[in-house]
Nanobody
Framework: QLQLVESGGGLVQTGGSLRLSCAAS????????MGWFRQAPGKDRELIAG???????YYADSVKGRSTISRDNAKNTVYLQMNNLKPDDTAVYYC?????????????????WGQGTQVTVSS
């Protein structure tokens, strides 16, 4: 069973940058599609970036052009580099893994989740 642990969240000013990391253990990381979700208070959890086992990427419009997802299968780690952060980016960010062959955007398709890391962007 895959375990995921996120790190790298914190408090940053508008326009700043953060790099989130998600370390995986307990499974064959390279076989999983990986996604970064976020959930702000009172809002649904949304997929903002994803990467397939082949390295193809997906970005939600809300972060496109400001974020980069990458993975290092040798280190069993997926990253999310976020630049030009805005107060609307404030949320708990979750790393998740999906074992399907086709890339999925629904949270229901992701079987494994990290505990989340808080990102707060001050104005």
């Amino acid at each position: 069973q895959l375990q995921l642990v996120e790190s790298g969240g914190g408090l940053v000013q508008t326009g700043g940058s953060l790099r989130l990391s998600c370390a995986a253990s307990g499974g064959t990381f390279s076989r999983y599609q990986m996604g970064w979700f976020r959930q702000a208070p009172g809002k649904d959890r949304e997929l903002i970036a994803g990467i397939t086992w082949r390295g193809s990427t997906y970005y939600a419009d809300s972060v496109k052009g400001r974020s980069t997802i990458s993975r290092d299968n040798a280190k069993n780690t997926v990253y999310l580099q976020m630049n030009n952060l805005k107060p609307d980016d404030t949320a708990v960010y979750y790393c998740a893994a999906c074992g399907t062959l086709a890339f999925r955007t629904s949270a229901a398709d992701y079987a494994y989740w990290g505990q989340g890391t808080q990102v707060t962007v001050s104005s």
